[in-house]
């Protein structure tokens, strides 16, 4: 198996973690709020947003870039957290599935997930739904074509995008 | 349920009573979950197909600091297996190793990477046997040992030989007979979220969550393999993302970590990379197959006889009935008044394949499809017209005892003929569409191990207006909590967002078997129903009591009963009463036929689909486009038509995906493409518009007459795709997945004058039992007879 044991050694991941790593202090804004963090400087923004931000709203599906499940914005634009690293992202702004609703208000998107069924398992919606309101931020009036071509890079296993489609249709229908 | 009603909520495309915590990342999955001091767990993988077991060492790993715990097989002995018949497993292999990632030694440290670091300082040493890595090598004498020590002969895992009425004289009477051999490679189910399990150890007792779609069967693994009382173990179903299947057996992992938990008194997680989880598989078994039918010159079918072989990787799983159920279904579409069937799964050194969306009759659909297909074109006759003139009707038995109730296929059929133009279609080189029908269960009538207890239960209380419904039943993402919600408020005149539902929990839910087998809204459902009625009664005879008129008077509806509020009808019936709590059950018609076997495919319902695929193929590069698919499906009736839809529009995608593009298969033991790049399925620009049609039947035993959504649509597709090819480009795509590869060089074939044709050139000799005999049921159906066993 490529990652799991056998990989570990090719890599040299053993070595690596058995020596001190290295850690920084960074700044972070995260849905508006700035945080303070001491981090290992491999750790992606994937790994942080999860396990020392407890924003789990942010999901994965491969780790790899390969599905889109893990997409935040920022700066506005969609971006795949697992092949970011934190270093990169200081005084840039980056946006969740938690930032995307104001209070328990839902963003029109969400809304329009929810009513018409575009999320079943929900896995993939986080990722879907910022991906989508960036589109949206820069396109009004997406026709059909627009909206598949911005959500190619992320995958669904359950809705066979088709309610995807119309929600995202129905929020830029509103939102227009 | 024939007369006609009026409902408040069924019948409603309301929303998912949990979309608001999907849209918002509230919704908690497993690996979400980081209790305090939480341990993280790695799991070392067999880099071999297929070795024994010399010696482990572990001593290394467990220096390494930060790592708690370490185990190894020694340490978990007792074997499990989701089936009675196969508990082949063990949740960590110490003796031999029979695939590629086959689970050996799991370490639990204080982060993920001093796990896997530790995995690594892991010494094993193998005696490398040689792989077996395909149904003709399995047949074959091994030259090493045999992958298990049970079945055969050689690597045969399981043999059936089954046959219903006179096969014989049904081909003797024929006036054409065809023979076709098919292939449909593994595939496998993908789900977005990787598998996950978190366990506790506290007071004496395990809690698990996990990602799975049966929490009992879960429940049962643990037990057996801990040895601890059921009631010192308790698994919770974390919110789910997805399983289609792939999440129904017990899983290595979740056995390690609840054991991990009990060693080192901390939680314990696991969370399996997109890597393992292509190895986790249990997906779509390779299945070669054979069929042979005998037609009138009008294309009734007089006698069919179908066999198959099934790659099943390693280990049991649901392989016994998966193949059984390779066999089992034919006869619900079709009026086959003689049928024969021998199937053959065989162990191969491949990660274990087990139940994906449709399990174990995908393959035999698209077989069956095409075989009538080209059965049609022999004679000359409409593929279409030959195939309604064999479609099974509502209230028969089939040959082999199947016992089919409503039956929508002639509408689905009328449905999507009318609405593609199928008939005035574009005939121009390159352009095609193709037409198939499927059948599915409405869960199984039979319970994986033998027992008389309901297959879901569900409780209701009531308390000051507020109502809780309870049931073991797993929400996958399919929405079965709202259609639980949706039935309980329909009975008590409520919404279902006034309903709190408690599901997936062993400890405060009863019993449910599971998101499998499309068995939740028909049973669950059901049980759902008869406890909401009882609740219902309670709430009616206490209003009644106080207004002084007969319960009968009493209407129920828009948050009333009667002259009061729910909620003051509610106090009224806890003060009549005490503890308002009622509870329903559902356990399937004894309906299994009288033969040994005829446990797979009975069903209280078969749900219908039709499908026609429109599309372009371009003879030059083989590239398949799909512009258009519609589907029919008799849903019986809809609970809520846009989770329907959303099934239905899922599984044409999922279809689409395997007829086209997606694969599981191995080079020296390895998967070629264990990534979610490599193994392609279909993104948002491969996806065509789907028109869907619901119909409803109004099923007399479903709850308000609903079947099955999730699985049944998937099936026609693969067919129809293949059939769509055919009708552009002249050629038969007799193998899934249809790739461009494989049109090209059967044009090529076509041209040189060779048969135009790619698929397997033969079938296997397979020592197949002598076949047993079954005389076939009256033909009628009589829903009020006995029992046949």
Known sequence: MRQSAQGYARLGLKKEVERPVDRHVLALDVNGERTELLLPVHKTLLEVLREDMQLTGTKHGCELGECGTCTVLVDGKPELS?????????????????????????????????????????????????????????NKRPSSDDIREALAGNLCRCTGYAKILEAVQLAAGRMA | ???????????????????????????????????????????????????????????????????????????????????????????????????????????????????????????????????????????????????????????????????????????????????????????????????????????????????????????????????????????????????????????????????????????????????????????????????????????????????????????????????????????????????????????????????????????????????????AHDLGIDPVDMKRRNFVKPMTRTVNWLRVTSCGLEECTRRVMDASGYRRRERRPGHGMGFAISTYLSGAGTAIYWNDMPHSEVQIKVDRGGVTAYCGAMDIGQGSDSVLAAIVAEELGLQPRDVRLVTADTDTTPIDLGSYSSRVTFMAGNAALEAARKMRALLVEAAAAKMQCAPESISVGGDRIGDFSFEEASILAEARFGTLATAGSYTPPKIAGPYKGSGVGPSPAYSYSACVVDLDADHRTGLVHIKKVWIAHDVGRAINPLLVEGQVEGSVYMGLGEALMEEQTFRKGLHKWPSMLEYKSPTFLDMPDVKTFIVETDDPEGPYGAKEAGQGPLLPVIPAVSAAVFDALGVWIDEVPVTPEKIVEALRRKEKGEPPRIGPPRFPDIPYPVTIKVDPPPKELDLAAAPSI
């Open chain 2, 1 to 375: 349920m024939s007369e006609a009603k009026t409902f408040s909520v069924i019948g409603k495309p309301l929303p998912k009573v949990d979309a608001a915590s999907r849209v918002t990342g509230q919704a908690v999955y497993a690996d979400d979950m980081l209790l305090p001091r939480t341990l993280h767990c790695r799991i070392l993988r067999s880099p071999h197909p297929h070795a024994r077991i010399r010696s482990i060492d572990t001593s290394a790993a467990r220096r390494i600091p930060g790592v708690q715990a370490v185990i190894t097989g020694a340490d978990l002995p007792v074997k499990f297996g989701i089936l009675p018949v196969t508990q082949d497993e063990r949740a960590l292999e110490h003796e031999k190793v029979r695939y590629v990632g086959d689970p050996i030694a799991a370490v639990a440290a204080t982060d993920e990477e001093i796990a896997a670091a530790a995995c690594d300082a892991i010494a094993v040493d193998y005696e490398v046997l040689e792989p077996v890595m395909s149904i003709d090598a399995a047949l074959a004498n091994p030259k090493d040992e045999r992958i298990q020590d049970y079945g055969g002969p050689n690597n045969i895992h399981k043999l059936v030989a089954l046959e219903f009425g006179d096969v014989d004289g049904g081909f003797a009477r024929a006036e054409h007979v065809r023979e076709d051999v098919f292939f449909f490679q593994g595939n496998t189910h993908l789900p977005m979220e990787q598998h996950s399990a978190i366990a506790t150890y506290v007071d004496g007792k395990v809690t698990l969550w996990s990602s799975t779609q049966v929490v009992h069967y879960v429940h049962r693994a643990l037990s057996k393999v801990l040895e601890l009382p059921m009631n010192r173990i308790r698994v919770i179903g974390a919110a789910h993302g997805g399983g289609f299947g792939g999440k129904t057996d017990p899983f290595a992992h979740e056995i390690v970590v609840a054991k991990l938990a009990m060693i080192t008194g901390r939680p314990v997680k696991c969370t399996l990379t997109r890597e393992e989880v292509f190895y986790a598989h249990r997906g779509r078994h390779p299945v070669l197959m054979w069929v042979r039918t005998g037609v009138t010159k009008d294309g009734h079918i007089t006698a069919m006889h179908f066999k198959s072989a099934l790659d099943g990787g390693a280990y049991g799983s649901y392989g016994v009935a998966s193949t059984f159920y390779t066999g089992a279904l034919q006869t619900v579409t079709y009026d086959i008044p003689a049928y024969r069937f021998e199937g053959c799964r065989v162990f191969t050194n491949k990660p274990p394949c087990g139940p994906k969306r449709g399990h174990g009759t995908p393959q035999p659909r698209f077989a069956i499809e095409l075989h009538l297909e080209k059965i």
């Open chain 1, 82 to 138: 697992c092949l970011l690293l934190p270093i990169q992202l200081e005084g840039r702004a980056i946006t969740t599935i938690e930032g995307l609703a104001r209070g328990s208000e839902l963003h029109p998107l969400q809304q329009a997930f929810a009513e018409l069924g575009a999320a079943q398992c929900g896995y993939c919606t986080p990722g879907m739904l910022l991906a989508a309101s960036s589109l949206l931020e820069s």
